[in-house]
Nanobody, 122 residues
Framework: VQLQASGGGLVQAGGSLRLSCSVS????????MAWYRQAPGSQRELVAIIVSDGTTTYLSDVRGRFTISRDKAKNTASLEMNRLKPSDSAVYYCAADDPGAGTPYYYGMNLWGKGTLVTVSS
């Protein structure tokens, strides 16, 4: 199974970006999908998660600015990011929970993409 994240880039403060994540390969049953981020020198943190019933949870700092969505039929997830701040700058990772995959869990997820860089200039 591979997760491919895209959509990162350089944007000015106050601008918007949309990150996309696609799942390919053999998977067994994805329960939830999420976006994490990691800034230099910082721990990886959960930005947003969407579970199988569509319930979403957000990092308090991004609530109201970011929106996570998922298309189960297309095996994709997206993160719409608005009113971006310089503090949002980080590498953003797409992740998924597929218990049948049998891979180790990190930060609550066992499938990870390579990450896409988001840089917000002031």
């Amino acid at each position: 199974v591979q997760l491919q994240a895209s959509g990162g880039g350089l944007v000015q403060a106050g601008g918007s970006l949309r990150l996309s994540c696609s799942v390919s390969g053999k998977y067994f049953g994805i329960n939830s999908m999420a976006w994490y981020r990691q800034a230099p020198g910082s721990q990886r943190e959960l930005v947003a998660i969407i579970v199988s019933d569509g319930t979403t949870t957000y990092l308090s700092d991004v609530r109201g600015r970011f929106t996570i969505s998922r298309d189960k039929a297309k095996n994709t997830a997206s993160l719409e990011m608005n009113r971006l701040k310089p503090s949002d700058s980080a590498v953003y990772y797409c992740a998924a929970d597929d218990p049948g995959a049998g891979t180790p869990y990190y930060y609550g997820m066992n499938l990870w993409g390579k990450g896409t860089l988001v840089t917000v200039s002031s």
